[in-house]
Structure formats: structure tokens, C-alpha cells
């Protein structure tokens, strides 16, 4: 229905209103403008890039400022910093502000968060500046392809950053004062995907059917890189990350010992990534004929104290940089496989049901009551009595 409308407004709009300037009126012109001198709006973008539009839509980039796990967070670095934590938090979650100034996070720009014409006006990135960005704002519009004939309305320039994991280490790495909080770029880069040069778009910008814009194909095809950009906030992504596996059950002398394998088969980081909130936890339980349970757990996760020795289990308090070591971190590389052993007192002769699961676990501390739980894989076997193996 939407979408019909959407086409029949676009005739109608292409009818009665033609370009300003040397273009010729084709079924792309629309009564659309760029700001030559600043951000132009998403929703601009979005009368010809409707699809890639829709999907950013979908993607924790467009909620970047509006996420209201964010926002609860940020406010507080704010409160708690004088006001420090501003040009710190929106460096990454709204960086059109360091040239904008809009700091509201409702403002115009601003309340799209990480938006099309951010990365698309970025020509290179330099790591060693604390702002990374090299921008070129107006009307040349920076992307993975060599030409744009069919683009009237803004130039297109071909980037390599656009290719390239480095686009995304400007965010997705942060080591306030020396201290790992976020190392999802190094994890890919010291692991298997950056050696077989696969990059993080192959992964979380996957291409899928469609345009690149209304009525006009990519060269390649009939193809668009996915804007989704889907995460931990994916259950479908969630579930292509880890493998289990009971690899045997022992019963000796009243002792059942169960070993179990976790594979990080397919995500391209350590398993789990990002903020270091986010935690896995291995369960294995055990149910006995009449009904009895049993269950263990091994808990994955990177745990990060403040210099005092209190661990820090909030987000506002990690992402001001008030880490100052990092005492545990077990979680998964890629592609390795970790194998757990889990014993129960379970007599010899009793048959027994053994499930194996993983769960992804995020509770932000900021607002009661909030879990997010998925269960990202499971295995499961029964053991006989007597019996060895399964
Ligand atoms: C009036 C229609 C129109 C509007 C509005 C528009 N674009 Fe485009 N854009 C196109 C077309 C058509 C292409 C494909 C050109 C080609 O491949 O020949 C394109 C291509 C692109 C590309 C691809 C570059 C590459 O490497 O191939 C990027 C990036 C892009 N646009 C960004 C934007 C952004 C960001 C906005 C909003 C600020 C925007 N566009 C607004 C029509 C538009
Ligand atoms: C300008 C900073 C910035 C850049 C560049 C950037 N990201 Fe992000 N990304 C963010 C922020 C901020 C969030 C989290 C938004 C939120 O949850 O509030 C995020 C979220 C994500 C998520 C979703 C995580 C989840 O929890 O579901 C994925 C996946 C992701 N980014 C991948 C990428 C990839 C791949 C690239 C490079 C192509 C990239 N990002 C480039 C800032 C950035
Ligand atoms: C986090 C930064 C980021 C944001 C935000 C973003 N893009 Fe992109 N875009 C990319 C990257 C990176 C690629 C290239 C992916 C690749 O080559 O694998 C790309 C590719 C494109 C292309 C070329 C697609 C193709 O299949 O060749 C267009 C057009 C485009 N983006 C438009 C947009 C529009 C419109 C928006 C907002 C609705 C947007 N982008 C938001 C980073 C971004
Ligand atoms: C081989 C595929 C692959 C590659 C390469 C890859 N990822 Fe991922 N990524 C995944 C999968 C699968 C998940 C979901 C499981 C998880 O959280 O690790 C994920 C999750 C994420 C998340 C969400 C973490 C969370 O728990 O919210 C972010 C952010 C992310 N990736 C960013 C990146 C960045 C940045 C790169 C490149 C430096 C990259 N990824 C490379 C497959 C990949
Ligand atoms: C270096 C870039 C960067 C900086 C600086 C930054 N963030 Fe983020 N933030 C991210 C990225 C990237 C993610 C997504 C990571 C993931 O999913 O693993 C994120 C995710 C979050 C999340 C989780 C959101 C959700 O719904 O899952 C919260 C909360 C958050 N940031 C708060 C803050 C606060 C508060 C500040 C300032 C004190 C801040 N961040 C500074 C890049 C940054």
C-alpha cells in the first residue's frame, strides 16, 4: 500500500517539478535538494535511495542518538562529568555534531545518529587524530564504485575507505587512556577474516537484492550492500556466530562429566564484542528421568576495574574511560573452539536428558528491569545408563 502511494507521489512529484540548473528532467529528478554547505537530511537521501534508506532505518546507526538505552546512559556521563561527556559520547554516536554544533539530540541532523551523509561525505580517515574524519561536505558524495552518471543531483567519488575495515575501526575501536573498552577492530585484525581479507562488510553489509536507487541497477547487478548493519541486537546474526557440540559424556563412580565445545564459527571478532557489558553464558543442565535438574554455567565476558579495584559494570562509567585494567577477559576468538568440562553427582544407573546452551546476555544498568536475552545456539544428547558416550 505505502509503497504504491510512495511511487504514485514520486510520478506526480517528477511531473510537476523539474531541476534547477544543466540537468535534464528524467524519472530520478524529484523535488529534492542537497545542502551544498552542510549535512543535507537522510530523509532526502531516501527519495531515490529508498531501499538502502528503509534498511539504515532498521540498523543501530540510524538509532545511534535515539536508542533510548543510549540516551539514558548518556545523560548520565553528562551529569556525572560537568558536561565532558558531550563532544566525548556524540564524537561516535552523532559525529555530524562537531561541525554542526546541534548538540540536541532531538535537532534535525543530530536525531538521525550515525546518518547517510556522515559517512558519505568521509574521503579518508586518520587514526591518529582524535577526531578521524576527513570530511568533505556539500554535494560529491564518497562510495565503493567508480562512476555515477546516472546521479544528477551530487557527484560521486570512488573511496577506498568506503572498502575498508578502517572505515568502521573509527568507532568500533576505543582505548580511552590505553584501555581496551572496545577492541572489535583489533579482534578482526590480529584473527583469520582480516589475513583472508575479509572485511567487516562482508559480513554486516552483505549484498541483497535491489537498486542502488529508484530505476537505477549497480553495475555488478541487480545487488545493494545491506544497510542493516546487523549486530548484537540481531537474533538472526546472533545465531551465526556460535557451534555446539557435546563432545562426550563420562559416568564413573556417581560422576557425570559432560565436555562441551563452543565454536566461534562465524563471527568475525571475539565472541561477544563491543561494549564490554555484553556477556555469553555457556549453560549445561541436566534432567533426570523422575523429573530432578541439574545445571552449571561458565560465564564469557571482558570485565574491566576502576583504579580503586571496584568492577565497573555500568556503561556510562566504561564508556568515560574510567577502566583502568582489564582483570578478566575469556571471550571467544574467531574460530576458536573452547572446550568446557561440566561434572554433576549423578548416580551411574540413572538415564539422563543434557542440554547445552548459550545465551547472549545484555542488562543495561541504566534503566530497571531491561534484559535482552537470546539463545544463540543449543545441542543436545541423552545419556543411558551405564553408558559412555551418546
Ligand atoms: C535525486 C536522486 C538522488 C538523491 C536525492 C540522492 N542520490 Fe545518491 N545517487 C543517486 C543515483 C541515481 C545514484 C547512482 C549513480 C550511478 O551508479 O550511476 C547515486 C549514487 C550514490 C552513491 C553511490 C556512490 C558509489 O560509489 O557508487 C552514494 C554513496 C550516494 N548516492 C549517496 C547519497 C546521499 C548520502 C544522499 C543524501 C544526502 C543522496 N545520495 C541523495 C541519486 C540520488
Ligand atoms: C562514526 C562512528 C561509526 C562508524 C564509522 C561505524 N559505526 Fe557501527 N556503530 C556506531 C555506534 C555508535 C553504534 C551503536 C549505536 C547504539 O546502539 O546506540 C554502532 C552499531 C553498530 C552495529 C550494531 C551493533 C548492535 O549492537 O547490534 C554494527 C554491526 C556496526 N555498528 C558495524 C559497523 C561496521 C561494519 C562499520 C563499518 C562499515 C561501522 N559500524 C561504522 C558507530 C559507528
Ligand atoms: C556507517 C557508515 C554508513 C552509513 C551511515 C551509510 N552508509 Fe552507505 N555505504 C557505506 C559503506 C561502507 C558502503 C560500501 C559497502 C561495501 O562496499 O561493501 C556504502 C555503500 C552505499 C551505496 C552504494 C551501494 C552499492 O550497492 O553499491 C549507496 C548508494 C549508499 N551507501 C547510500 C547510503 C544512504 C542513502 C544512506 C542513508 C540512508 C547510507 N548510505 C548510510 C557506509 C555507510
Ligand atoms: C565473518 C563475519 C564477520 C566479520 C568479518 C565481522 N563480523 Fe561483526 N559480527 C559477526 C557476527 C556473526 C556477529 C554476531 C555475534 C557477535 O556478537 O559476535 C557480529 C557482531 C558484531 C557487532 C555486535 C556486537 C554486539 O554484541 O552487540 C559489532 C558491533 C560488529 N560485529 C562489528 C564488526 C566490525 C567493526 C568488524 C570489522 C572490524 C566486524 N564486525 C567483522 C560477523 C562478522
Ligand atoms: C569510539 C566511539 C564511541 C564513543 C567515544 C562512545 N561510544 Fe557508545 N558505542 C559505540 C559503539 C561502536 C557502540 C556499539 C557497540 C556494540 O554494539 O558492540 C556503542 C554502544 C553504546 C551503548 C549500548 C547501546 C545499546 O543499545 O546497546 C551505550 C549505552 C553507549 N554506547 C553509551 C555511550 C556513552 C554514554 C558514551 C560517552 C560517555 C559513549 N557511548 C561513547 C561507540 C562509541
Not at 371 to 382: H, S
Request: hydrophobic share 35%.
Amino acid at each position: 500500500m505505502q509503497f504504491f502511494l510512495r511511487i504514485a507521489l514520486l510520478l506526480a512529484a517528477s511531473l510537476v517539478f523539474t531541476f534547477s540548473g544543466p540537468l535534464n528532467a528524467s524519472a530520478m529528478d524529484v523535488k529534492v535538494k542537497l545542502n551544498p554547505n552542510g549535512f543535507t537530511s537522510s530523509k532526502v537521501c531516501a527519495e531515490c535511495h529508498t531501499q538502502i534508506y528503509s534498511n539504515w532505518k532498521d540498523s543501530m546507526h540510524s538509532r545511534a542518538t535515539s536508542d533510548p538505552i543510549f540516551r539514558a546512559s548518556y545523560y548520565e556521563a553528562h551529569y556525572k562529568s560537568g558536561g565532558k561527556a558531550r563532544d566525548l559520547c556524540l564524537r561516535c554516536h552523532a559525529p555530524t555534531t562537531k561541525i554542526t554544533k546541534e548538540y540536541n539530540l532531538d535537532g534535525k541532523i543530530t536525531s538521525e545518529g550515525l546518518t547517510c551523509d556522515f559517512c558519505h561525505s568521509l574521503k579518508a580517515i586518520d587514526m591518529k587524530e582524535d577526531f578521524p574524519f576527513v570530511l568533505d561536505i556539500g554535494t560529491v558524495k564518497y562510495g565503493p564504485n567508480k562512476k555515477g552518471s546516472d546521479a544528477k543531483i551530487h557527484t560521486i567519488m570512488k573511496s577506498k575507505i568506503h572498502t575498508s575495515a578502517r572505515l568502521c575501526a573509527s568507532c568500533h575501536e576505543y582505548r580511552p587512556n590505553g584501555v581496551a573498552v572496545m577492541s572489535t577492530y583489533s579482534e578482526w585484525q590480529n584473527g583469520p577474516y582480516a589475513l583472508e581479507g575479509i572485511p567487516c562488510q562482508r559480513c554486516h553489509m552483505p549484498e541483497v537484492e535491489g537498486e542502488i536507487a529508484i530505476g537505477v541497477t549497480a553495475d555488478r547487478g541487480k545487488k545493494v550492500y545491506s544497510h542493516k548493519l546487523a549486530g548484537g541486537h540481531s537474533v538472526v546474526q546472533l545465531k551465526k556466530a556460535l557451534t555446539l557440540e557435546i563432545a562426550s559424556v563420562q559416568r564413573a563412580g556417581g560422576m557425570m562429566t559432560v565436555m562441551a565445545n563452543v565454536t566461534n564459527s562465524g563471527s568475525g571478532h571475539r565472541v561477544p564484542t563491543g561494549i564490554p557489558t555484553r556477556k555469553l553464558i555457556l549453560h549445561c543442565k541436566v534432567t533426570l528421568t523422575n523429573g530432578k535438574t541439574f545445571m552449571e554455567k561458565k560465564v564469557y565476558e571482558k570485565v574491566l576495574f576502576d583504579k580503586d579495584g571496584n568492577e565497573l559494570t555500568n556503561d556510562a562509567d566504561i564508556m568515560m574511560g574510567l577502566g583502568d585494567s582489564i582483570v578478566k577477559d575469556n571471550r571467544i576468538y574467531p574460530r576458536e573452539t573452547r572446550s568446557e568440562r561440566f561434572t554433576f553427582n549423578i548416580p551411574d544407573r540413572e538415564e539422563a536428558s543434557i542440554s547445552l546452551w548459550v545465551d547472549y546476555l545484555y542488562q543495561p544498568k541504566v534503566i530497571q528491569d531491561m534484559e535482552m536475552r537470546v539463545e544463540m545456539g543449543r545441542a543436545e544428547t541423552i545419556s543411558h545408563p551405564g553408558g559412555n558416550k551418546r
